[in-house]
């Protein structure tokens, strides 16, 4: 039985090997728990930001009151303690008869909202609604229903049967309604006060919110799969309920945030890795320098069983000190975060170390050095006393028995790994991909290692000492330097497949370059109005920046199969995409065409719609343009044949082109385009979108617009536009930031790999120096070594992560995939230049020293 | 005179205040030719003195001339120049580059000083170390008798001034021991080379023309 | 050229190759509601019409459905003249909720429908007005002022009028979708009774 006793004098006598172990450790953990909490920060972050504009976590919404039985039911599933809130909301007409307006009421509890809040212009508190019968609303609303000033003794507004004073002028509302376009200024009332207005009554269209704030936030999509799943058990049909959480708030946003939490999981996996291979690393390394005590021992009469315990407690004590340290440097540091990265990190970003964070890297620290012994622990089995009456050496012949012996030991870490990834990724298909991904790489590696080693044989016939000394123990050592060389190419492997998907990402969510913002969708311009709207827009000086014919009517067939039967799309992406459809499928779609594509769309495969105009003569079908993500759901095929039914006529149109548009683009986009032609006679309104640069102008132009045109709506969408680019510039740096971050934290861990293999060098720099070798050359031979280990190691890494982020971002990012030649470069010159720098320092100590450990008595 | 040293002392901080010292006062020379076995009890700082005459350390005080230069006076780095080619140091340990044939471990000083026809100087040594069949063989592969042959005969390819051992047979049995001294001594007398050695075994010891015999630091 | 042949479409379609009496052409000119948005197209309202007059024996009436989901009362004229080359005998005008439900002018609403009834008369085409009505929600006044729009065209035009088209399925959960405004299948059936008796009586 070894005593913590002797386990601590053990380390204490080794002070200078175990202090430089423990800060090696403890420096590749504290980068991984910055990645780490900067990482699930963020997530969390826009998850806040997502929750403000939801104003929950949940919202259960039905066009009818829910029963007590539904209530219970969500009570079940989010926990009697969760906060609740309650909306009712819908349009109504007010103001003058004649000169009535289109507004809609959002009659709220005393508990709403749950995030976020009312800007309002006197502060009025809020419960006022609760408690008499008034309203808020914008200045601009107030303006159009004829509130000039609020000054003038307080104006009414008669909603229904009732009379409403007007209390307060908000700028800002907490829900900024981004699930839909707003079609009418919002109303802020009491839910109290509704009665007595007589609009809800039978037959009245009515949407009531029942909002939750759950205790345990960390899983709001998973709550809501959940309560979408008791609800259709219990209530088996057609569901009644919406289901949402804050990834529905807004389809845009939430295909973009569901990106940006997979590149974070992505990150957390990858910094999960790496600090695996690190602590990896740095054990065996530890346990091959302890193998000739082990050989003591046991010529001493230990058991093995003894041995590896005393060992890998001996691990475990400084495993569990690297990893306090870890933890005690990330949390001096991360408070200092937001301001050494101000501007490259969102503002109001509040970074905190949660408890998963902490467990991984205690898991790495101290059960880490258990799972991961058990490997070496087989090489101890081999180790016998016979070691001692001669140098330490090499290994006895293979046996098959010894190998499977050594795989079994790998299975511990490997299950420990999948279920840490697991947890990360959050689903089984996932972790697979990213564990087989993972062990392919890892073979792969290895195999480019072994022929990057082996081809050092030739690069040896050359006349130069240096070169000569340094490939051939290159070539010699090629176990040895295997080892390093596939941590350092999984380092940087890990670390470059990130810069490949946060570059399409980047280019996916960041603000599109020039486009102009719309203020103004107009919706439902008929072809007679086309002309004079277009004469008024020139007339207001505005700006039109799409104007799209619209042409309604169904998909009949894919094929010659009724649509109605094509099979939809799964798979993860699909599936995020689409759950909360579960209403009857959508059969009518609009079409429309343009002769040129818009700014914010891009051919991603085929080729451009036909320009000549499609001749109804001919029989071949015309050519149609689908967006990808609508082929995708749908299944589309490239060169699919589709008939079309248009207002009673059938049309053939074959797929030509799949068109990918700019989620934060703001432009009127169509899922499918037809050729030119085929809708020129077709009775069809026109969508567009208008900009106009000075505030003052637009309320003018939005005035004349309904004046001229009164069957065409007016949506405003400045806020909504500036909503989602203020969270697309958000998700951009941070995703940007993240991803240099990451590189950062990987180059630290193959700082630590090259330092721990440069002390191991030290032998050979000095018998090289007593054989009469000079500075130059020693140093010469270790800078080529490491130089070249680095870049070949980092080379194949690169090389390799190209082909595996291409697949990850086939496989979870929609193919959102951009070679980044200058992050790629900065890697592979970083790993090279930090290799040669550490082995740099390490020949500088042993230069500088005296060589005398070579002697016996010294030794 | 191809060494002579004078009033060398050496010690070596223990703990913040104390040190210990190694060698005391220690004169003495050696002329060219000579075989020197310095002995003593572990401990009596033997090893110490071998490293001051290796140049792999400097003494506190006293000079070391080495063919005429006082190497306790140069700098780490002048030292490592001059070292090249005088000495040449045989290890208890070997110290064989594990991953080096018998042959690249003899040819490897001469590498590193870029001397001229290294393939035949090497083979004339591997033949006089008996080594010829194991040349392609790695330390590994080598019993610890061939092993030091082959550390042998890397010690005298480059035709070192100085030839240091150190416990060169305190790894091997006794047989392989006396098999491996007489080697080492046959060769020293053929190529007319100084020897130093430093060893507490006294019937190597016994094998050199001088001794010189260390207690606690001081020469008896 | 273009023209004539989607006029070719069009007779290929609505016209009867075999039939006893003169065919008779009916057109629905509505918005979702009548389109059948979020049913299949032969659950809608007036496909099952069709069905029943299939039942009957009356091979020769064909129905076009020529309705836009969202569309409101403003696009009414143009989508009539484009009908108008296949020549239909009765025009089922069922437009006007969406101009409702969107707080739209409702002196505009009744302009367009106005001109729209004009246009199918002087076509020589019989129209049946379908009566809109909108929730209660949105004010009792203009509920009201939407109401009356209706019944007062009928008058004016001397044209048969369906007092609500979706007499008996409005805000009944059981027939309509989940959104509370589009009848489901059955709600369908129930618009299709209600609908055909006003297409059989003779003017």
């Not at chain 1, 919202?59 to 009818?64: P, Q």
């Not at chain 1, 029963?67 to 303690?81: H, N, T």
């Not at chain 2, 590193?112 to 330390?139: A, S, Y």
Request: aromatic share 8%.
């Amino acid at each position: 039985m070894f005593r913590i006793g002797a386990l601590l004098r053990q380390l204490i006598r080794n002070k200078g090997f175990t202090l430089f172990f423990i800060l090696n450790l403890a420096m590749g953990l504290a980068g991984f728990i910055a990645v780490l909490s900067f990482g699930r920060s963020l997530d969390r972050h826009m998850d806040e930001n997502l929750k403000e504009i939801l104003t929950a976590d949940i919202e259960l919404s039905a066009n009818a009151p829910l029963s007590l039985e539904e209530l219970a039911l969500a009570d079940e599933v989010l926990g009697k303690d969760a906060g609740k809130a309650r909306l009712i909301r819908f349009y109504t007409m007010a103001g003058a008869q004649g000169d009535a307006r289109l507004v809609e009421i959002m009659a709220i509890d005393e508990t709403y909202p749950l995030y976020g809040r009312f800007k309002l212009l006197h502060q009025t508190p809020v419960r006022v609604l609760e408690d008499t019968a008034a309203v808020f609303m914008t200045q601009d609303t107030a303006r159009t229903l004829g509130f000039g000033n609020t000054g003038e003794g307080t104006p009414v507004l008669n909603l229904g049967g009732k009379a409403f004073e007007l209390k307060d002028i908000f700028s800002e509302a907490p829900e900024t309604s981004l699930s839909s376009f707003e079609l009418a200024p919002k109303l802020y009332m009491g839910i109290k006060q509704l009665e007595g207005t007589g609009l809800i009554k039978f037959g009245s269209r009515v949407r009531y919110s029942y909002f939750f704030r759950v205790t345990d936030t960390t899983d709001g999509a998973g709550l809501a799969q959940k309560l979408r799943q008791r609800f259709s058990e219990r209530f088996p049909g057609l569901p009644r309920l919406r289901i949402h959480d804050i990834r529905d708030a807004n389809r845009r946003i939430s295909r973009v945030t569901g990106y940006f939490t997979r590149f974070m999981g992505l990150i957390s996996l990858t910094g999960l890795f790496l600090s695996g291979i690190a602590t990896a690393y740095l054990f065996r390394g530890y346990l091959n320098s302890r193998k000739k005590d082990m050989a003591i021992l046991l010529s001493l009469g230990a058991r093995k069983t003894e041995i590896y315990l005393a060992v890998s407690s001996e691990l475990m004590v400084m495993g569990t000190l690297a990893s306090g340290l870890a933890i005690a440097i990330s949390q001096a540091l991360i408070p200092a975060f937001p301001l050494i990265f101000k501007g490259l990190i969102p503002d109001g970003l509040r970074i905190h170390t949660d408890a998963f964070t902490l467990m991984v890297s205690v898991f790495m620290g101290m059960a880490g050095s258990v799972v991961f012994c058990l490997p070496l622990f087989v090489r101890i089995f081999r180790i016998k006393p016979l070691m001692l009456l001669r140098d330490i050496r090499g290994d006895s012949p293979f046996s098959i028995g010894h190998a499977l012996l050594r795989g079994a030991g790998f299975l511990p870490a490997t299950a420990a790994f999948f279920g840490l990834s697991f947890y990360v990724a959050g689903s089984v298909r996932d972790t697979v991909f990213f564990a087989a991904g993972f062990a392919l790489a890892l073979i792969l590696l290895s195999a480019m290692g072994g022929l990057v080693f082996s081809g050092c044989r030739i690069l040896s016939r050359t006349r130069s000492v240096v070169g000569k000394i340094a490939f051939r123990n290159l070539f010699r050592n090629k176990w040895a330097s295997l080892s390093c060389f596939v941590s350092m190419a999984m380092g940087a492997f890990l670390i470059s497949v990130i810069p490949q998907i946060q570059k399409g990402l980047q280019e996916e969510i960041s603000r599109p370059q020039g486009l102009k913002i719309p203020a103004f969708f107009l919706v439902d311009i008929q072809e007679e109005q086309k002309n004079p709207f277009l004469e008024l827009i020139q007339q207001e000086k505005a700006e039109l920046s799409n104007l799209s014919p619209m042409v309604r009517g169904r998909i009949i067939s894919v094929n010659e199969e009724p649509f109605s039967d094509h099979p939809q799309a799964s798979g993860p992406a699909a599936e995020s995409r689409s759950h909360g459809e579960g209403r009857s499928r959508r059969l009518e779609f609009n079409f429309s065409h343009r002769e040129a594509l818009d700014a914010s769309e891009t051919i991603v495969q085929g080729s451009p719609l036909s320009k000549t105009p499609w001749d109804f003569e001919s029989e071949t079908p015309f050519e149609v343009s689908v967006e990808l993500s609508f082929a995708e759901r749908y299944r589309i095929g490239m060169g699919d044949v589709l008939e079309f039914e248009v207002q009673g006529i059938p049309l053939k149109g074959r797929v030509v082109n799949f068109r990918k548009v700019r989620w934060n683009s703001f432009q009127p986009n169509f899922f499918l385009l037809f050729q030119d032609g085929v809708l020129d006679d077709a009775p069809k309104t026109f969508l567009a979108s208008v900009s106009h640069d000075s505030e003052e102008k637009r309320k003018t132009l939005r005035q004349n617009i309904t004046t001229a045109f009164p069957n065409v709506s007016v949506i405003d969408v400045t806020q909504l536009a500036g909503k989602i680019l203020s969270i697309s510039d958000r998700l951009s740096v941070s995703v940007r930031f993240m991803a240099w971050f990451s590189i950062a934290a990987g180059l630290v861990l193959i700082f630590s790999i090259a330092r721990h293999e440069a002390l191991k060098n030290q032998n050979q720099m000095n018998l090289l120096k007593v054989l009469g070798a000079g500075n130059a050359a020693v140093r010469a031979v270790t800078l080529l070594e490491f130089g070249f280990t680095g870049f070949s190691a980092a080379l194949s890494g690169i090389l390799l992560s190209f082909g595996f982020s291409f697949a990850v971002a086939a496989y979870f990012f929609d193919s959102l995939w951009k070679i980044d030649p200058r992050a790629s470069l900065m890697i592979l010159g970083l790993t090279t230049f930090i290799s040669m720098g550490t082995a740099f320092m390490a020949s500088r100590r042993v230069l500088n020293s005296k060589p005398v450990g070579l002697l016996s008595a010294m030794a | 005179m191809i060494l002579e040293l004078s009033d060398v002392s050496k010690s070596y901080r223990q703990t913040r205040s104390e040190s210990l010292v190694v060698l005391k006062n220690i004169s003495f020379s050696l002329d060219r030719g000579q075989t020197l076995a310095i002995i003593g009890q572990s401990g009596s700082g033997k090893t110490t003195l071998l490293s001051l005459i290796a140049g792999l350390d400097s003494p506190d005080s006293g000079q070391i001339m080495l063919e005429g230069k006082n190497i306790a006076a140069m700098a780490e780095k002048e030292l490592s120049r001059y070292r090249a080619g005088k000495t040449s140091i045989i290890f208890q340990q070997f110290h064989l580059m594990p991953h080096l044939t018998a042959e690249e471990n003899i040819s490897l000083p001469l590498e590193i000083l870029k001397q001229k026809k290294i393939r035949e100087l090497t083979h004339d040594m591997l033949e006089k170390v008996g080594l010829q069949d194991r040349r392609h063989h790695l330390p590994a592969q080598l019993s610890g008798g061939e092993c030091q042959r082959v550390a042998i005969a890397r010690a005298l390819v480059v035709k070192p001034a100085l030839l240091l051992a150190d416990e060169p047979t305190g790894n091997l049995d006794i047989e392989t021991g006396e098999k491996i001294a007489r080697l080492l001594f046959d060769l020293v007398e053929k190529e007319n080379k100084t020897l130093i050695l430093v060893t507490h075994n006294p019937s190597l010891a016994g094998q050199c023309r001088e001794i010189l015999t260390l207690e606690k630091g001081c020469l008896l | 050229m273009k023209r004539f042949f989607w006029i070719c479409f069009l007779f290929l379609i609505f016209t009867p190759l075999f039939s006893a009496e003169a065919p008779v052409r009916i057109l629905f000119l509505g918005d979702s509601l009548t389109a059948g948005l979020g049913v299949e197209p032969q659950e809608a309202y007036p496909s099952l019409i069709q069905n029943m007059l299939e039942e009957k024996q009356m091979h020769h009436i064909t129905v076009t459905n020529g309705s836009i989901s969202g569309s409101t009362t403003a696009g009414a004229v143009s989508r009539l003249k484009w009908f108008l080359r296949a020549k239909p005998d009765i025009l089922v005008l069922a437009l006007g909720a969406n101009d409702g439900l969107r707080g739209l002018p409702l002196d505009e609403m009744d302009k367009n429908l106005d001109s729209t009834i004009v246009l199918a008369k002087e076509n020589r085409i019989r129209v049946i007005l379908a009566g809109m009505e909108i929730p209660p929600n949105y004010g009792p006044e203009y509920t009201k002022a939407f109401r009356e729009v209706f019944p007062s065209l009928a008058r004016r035009h001397q044209i048969e009028f369906i007092p609500f088209l979706l007499e008996n399925v409005a805000g009944d959960p059981s027939l309509n979708q989940a959104d509370g405004i589009h009848p489901n299948a059955q709600g369908h059936r129930i618009i299709a009774a209600h609908v055909l008796p006003f297409i059989l009586e003779k003017p």
